[in-house]
């Protein structure tokens, strides 16, 4: 008789190995699906603008427009003051990671402006 269950750590154990082989998976599918010479931080950019619109769409925006150019726009635009408030406090976080890890000042507004040029 063990004093632990050892079955849970066992667990976790197998779990963690799998994930870390479905990471190793996914990293090299990846991998070998970009071309030769193509940087991590572009394929990092690319997947990130993917995503933003995905999520835009998920939550009810325009197909087109990117999450970040949405909080821009709705901080501005919505009706009521408390919406206006919640767009630009999301608009906020990710002003801040994109300062902190991109050193891109303004980037939701920034976004929004992009948005606006390619459309026209």
């Not at 193509?38 to 835009?56: G, H, M, P, Q």
């Not at 901080?75 to 919640?86: D, E, G, H, Y």
């Amino acid at each position: 008789m063990y004093f632990f269950d050892t079955s849970a750590s066992r667990n976790a154990l197998s779990g963690a190995l799998r994930l870390e082989m479905w990471r190793d998976t996914l990293e090299t599918a990846i991998t070998s699906a970009m071309p030769d010479g193509t940087l991590e931080e572009e394929f990092t950019e690319a997947l990130l603008f993917v995503l933003s619109i995905r999520l835009n769409r998920l939550t009810g925006g325009a197909p087109d427009m990117t999450f970040s150019a949405r909080c821009h726009n709705s901080s501005k635009t919505a009706r009521l003051l408390s919406t206006r408030m919640i767009w630009a406090a999301m608009g906020a976080g990710i002003d801040l990671y994109c300062a902190s890890f991109r050193g891109e000042a303004l980037h939701c507004e920034t976004a929004w402006y992009n948005h606006t040029h390619r459309i026209a």
